[in-house]
């Protein structure tokens, strides 16, 4: 039952990302990227860490 909590963190990027009227701007700049494109970019990364987070709180389930 303690595993299925660390699940529901997969779901933050998704929520994130839902509506793109939220992050859909041009301003602020970040060297030639504007703000949508860096928005995303830094989701990706984030869900990366969010899944190794998952996996390791998880635990290993190989066995199954």
Avoid: C, E, S
């Avoid at 899944?51 to 635990?59: F, M, Y």
Wanted: charged letters at 10%; hydrophobic letters at 60%; aromatic letters at 22%.
């Amino acid at each position: 039952m303690k595993r299925r909590f660390w699940y529901w963190l997969l779901i933050l990027p998704f929520i994130a990302t839902l509506y793109p009227p939220f992050y859909a701007h041009h301003d602020p700049v970040l060297l030639g990227f504007p703000f949508f494109y860096l928005y995303q970019l830094i989701w990706v990364v984030l869900a990366a860490i969010v899944v190794g987070i998952v996996l390791i709180a998880a635990g290993d389930r190989r066995d199954v």
